[in-house]
Each structure stands twice: as C-alpha cells, then as structure tokens.
C-alpha cells in the first residue's frame, strides 16, 4: 500500500500571507506531479474552502475557518484533523504529539524567515507571537523543519532546539511568473515613471538603497512597503538625497503587477541581510532582471553568481553598474540562476523527505 501525502493549504479562504498563500499552491501542485508510483497526495483545508489544486485525491475540510483554525491549532486542539503523513509549507500545522514509529505518523513544516526573532518590530504583535509559538510547538512535535536556504538553517539552530531535524528545500519562483500583456497599463495605473529602480527591505535598510538611486540618477519604486510606512519612507528617502517626486513607496502587488513593475525595472535592489528567503530576488531573476543585494548568508545561498553582492556602503557603485554597463551581463547572469529553482524540484524533495524520515 503507497503513501498518502497530505498538505496543508490554509489560505484558501484568508489570505494572510499571499507570498506563502501561492507557495502552498505550488508545491502541493508540485507534489502532485511528482508523486511516486503507489503514492497520491491529498489536501486539509479549513472551512467553506473550495478544490484549488488538480489532481488531488482527497480534501479534508475542516470545522473551523482559518483564524479559528490558527488559533486552535497554536493551543494544540486539532479536531477532525488525523494522522499519516502531513506536510506543511508554513508553520500552520497540526503540531501535536504522534508516533512516527508505529503509526507512521509524521508532521513536518517549513519556516521561510526569521524576522519575528532578528526583527520583530517589522511584523504585527500578533504574528511575532503567533510564530514563536508555534516554533516551539515544532520543537516538541515536527518530525523536520524545512527552511529555504543553509543561512537561515544554521541561524535557526540557534534559535530553536531542533538538532538534526533541520532540512534545506529552496522555494522558487511563482509558477508562470512572467510579463503580463497589459504590464504598461499597469505600470500607468500604479503611477510610475519610465525609469527606476525596484528597492526591496525594511524601513532600517531602505535609506541605503534611496542613496544609491541618487548616485545612479534614477528615480527608486519600494515594493511590499507596510500599510502606513509610506509617509516615514518618503521621509527617508528625501534625507538620503531622492525627493518625494522621485521615490514611489508601494504595498504589496497582486503577482501581474509586481511583474509588470519588475520587468520595467533597471535593476533590483534587495537592501536587507535578515534571515529570510528573497521572494522578490527570485521573482526579478526570473524575468533577467539584473540583481544587487547587501551581501548576507541568505543572499549568498540564493544569488551566487545570479547578481552582485555588496557591503551596504558599496551599494551605490554596484547599482550605477548594475543600470549602466554592466546591466547586459547582470541581466543574463540573472536569467540563468532562476533555472536552479523550480516547485518541481522542491517537491521533489519533499517527496524524498518524508521517505527518509
């Protein structure tokens, strides 16, 4: 008798989270194509969720709505749930004590960043605590804890007890990430000029990648800026240098629009060195667009030679590179790193995971 893979899908009806929302959906669509001979992968979802991914052999719809859900679930109460072999692309698991042994029984989950531990004051009081809860509910019951990159693996041994139950699955790219047909109406709607670039970080870093805008002449558009942060970046970036005309603060995109502004973009320029997976590096190689981060463990693991990485005061010499001689060469290098990831090959391994385990 094969196996049967069940995934954690959240985010059907509440998106709280839309870059681990749509990673969900790929990698259970992922599972599904590379399921094993004798193998099928099925799906528990919370209340009035609807079928979302092909191919799946089962759907167990839960009691509880999703906010309900991710409350019961931080205390240990996981009604209707079951066992067997669950994985989740988030930390929203029914983490409770099984046996793995006899019951064949396994829970596993994935952690993708470490800000609710290296900066907590960038999330909600609510989400930090949400998180560090539930991490150590993965300490007592995971059977592993998939992170994305071996930086972030070797920062969170520090964090949590979980000795060798650490795994490295990189993530990828959305699947048919690419310029929508109407990308300039797009651009036109979101009010943006012909010429910046993408600047991606926190309220702490961004004022380095405002001064490295200035020294390369073009206007900066911030993306995933959070909700009443526009007026205090705006602040920032005239101090570095670039006037409120010039720097165009945004909150999170729809998946169109950030590629729309990304295809149109000089370069991308990631300004943080936190412990956490590059959703928008990804995004920006898979469309060539030429990549300069701070250099961090993180980076290092995702970009290598995909881009340039630079200390934080080299930043305005690799960005005029990056938008004058040396974009043609960052472009390509860029375009060739996006072909190491793939939901395919993450699944893959998920799949070998929970063989191994």
Same mark, same amino acid.
């Given at each position: %008798? $094969?196996?049967?893979?069940?995934?954690?899908?959240?985010?059907?009806?509440?998106?709280?989270?839309?870059?681990?929302?749509?990673?969900?959906?790929?990698?259970?669509?992922?599972?599904?194509? &590379?399921?094993?001979? $004798?193998?099928?992968?099925?799906?528990?979802?919370?209340?009035?969720? /609807?079928?979302?991914?092909?191919?799946?052999?089962? #759907?167990?719809?839960?009691? =509880?709505?999703?906010?309900?859900?991710?409350?019961?679930?931080?205390?240990?109460?996981?009604?209707?749930?079951?066992?067997?072999? #669950?994985?989740?692309?988030?930390? %929203?698991?029914?983490?409770?004590?099984?046996?793995?042994?006899?019951?064949?029984?396994? &829970?596993?989950?994935?952690?993708?960043?470490?800000?609710?531990?290296?900066?907590?004051?960038?999330?909600?009081?609510?989400?930090?605590?949400?998180?560090?809860? %539930?991490?150590?509910?993965?300490?007592?019951?995971?059977?592993?804890?998939?992170?994305?990159?071996?930086?972030?693996?070797?920062?969170?041994?520090?964090?949590?007890?979980?000795?060798?139950?650490?795994?490295?699955?990189?993530?990828?790219?959305?699947?048919? @990430?690419?310029?929508?047909?109407?990308? *300039? !109406?797009?651009?036109?709607?979101?009010?943006?000029?012909?010429?910046?670039?993408?600047?991606?970080?926190?309220?702490?870093?961004?004022?380095?990648?405002?001064?490295?805008?200035?020294?390369?002449?073009?206007?900066?558009?911030?993306?995933?800026?959070?909700?009443?942060?526009?007026?205090?970046? *705006?602040?920032?970036?005239?101090?570095?240098?670039?006037?409120?005309?010039?720097?165009?603060?945004?909150?999170?995109?729809?998946?169109?629009?950030?590629?729309?502004?990304?295809? *149109?973009?000089?370069? =991308?320029?990631?300004?943080?060195?936190?412990?956490?997976? !590059?959703?928008? #590096?990804?995004?920006? %190689?898979?469309?060539?667009? !030429?990549?300069?981060?701070?250099?961090?463990?993180?980076?290092?693991?995702?970009?290598?030679?995909? $881009?340039?990485?630079?200390?934080? /005061?080299?930043?305005?010499?690799?960005?005029?590179?990056?938008?004058?001689?040396?974009?043609?060469?960052?472009?390509?290098?860029?375009?060739?790193?996006?072909?190491? @990831?793939?939901?395919?090959?993450?699944? /893959?391994?998920?799949?070998?995971?929970?063989?191994?385990?």
């Amino acid at each position: %008798m $094969g196996a049967r893979l069940r995934v954690v899908l959240d985010q059907l009806t509440q998106v709280v989270d839309a870059d681990l929302a749509w990673a969900a959906l790929d990698l259970a669509a992922g599972l599904v194509t &590379t399921t094993p001979s $004798g193998c099928d992968v099925a799906a528990i979802v919370p209340a009035g969720a /609807e079928d979302s991914v092909p191919g799946l052999a089962e #759907i167990r719809r839960l009691s =509880l709505a999703r906010r309900e859900l991710a409350a019961s679930w931080q205390l240990g109460l996981v009604p209707g749930v079951g066992g067997g072999l #669950i994985h989740s692309a988030s930390l %929203m698991a029914p983490l409770v004590r099984h046996d793995r042994v006899h019951d064949n029984d396994q &829970t596993t989950v994935t952690v993708w960043d470490l800000r609710a531990w290296e900066a907590p004051d960038a999330l909600p009081k609510s989400a930090v605590a949400w998180q560090r809860s %539930m991490l150590k509910r993965a300490v007592k019951h995971a059977d592993a804890v998939v992170v994305p990159t071996h930086a972030i693996a070797e920062r969170l041994v520090d964090i949590a007890k979980l000795r060798d139950r650490i795994r490295v699955i990189p993530g990828a790219p959305p699947t048919g @990430f690419a310029v929508p047909l109407d990308a *300039a !109406p797009r651009r036109a709607a979101l009010s943006l000029p012909t010429g910046y670039v993408v600047l991606t970080g926190t309220p702490a870093t961004l004022e380095s990648g405002f001064r490295a805008a200035v020294a390369a002449g073009t206007d900066a558009v911030v993306l995933d800026a959070p909700e009443g942060t526009e007026p205090r970046l *705006a602040e920032i970036a005239a101090a570095a240098g670039l006037p409120e005309s010039r720097a165009h603060i945004r909150g999170a995109l729809s998946r169109d629009d950030r590629a729309a502004v990304l295809a *149109a973009a000089s370069a =991308l320029v990631a300004t943080s060195g936190l412990a956490a997976w !590059p959703w928008r #590096i990804l995004e920006a %190689m898979a469309l060539g667009v !030429p990549v300069v981060a701070v250099d961090s463990g993180a980076h290092r693991d995702v970009v290598v030679d995909g $881009g340039s990485l630079v200390s934080t /005061e080299d930043l305005p010499d690799a960005v005029a590179d990056a938008v004058g001689a040396g974009a043609r060469r960052l472009s390509v290098l860029a375009a060739d790193r996006s072909r190491a @990831f793939s939901w395919q090959g993450a699944a /893959e391994r998920v799949w070998g995971l929970h063989a191994d385990l």
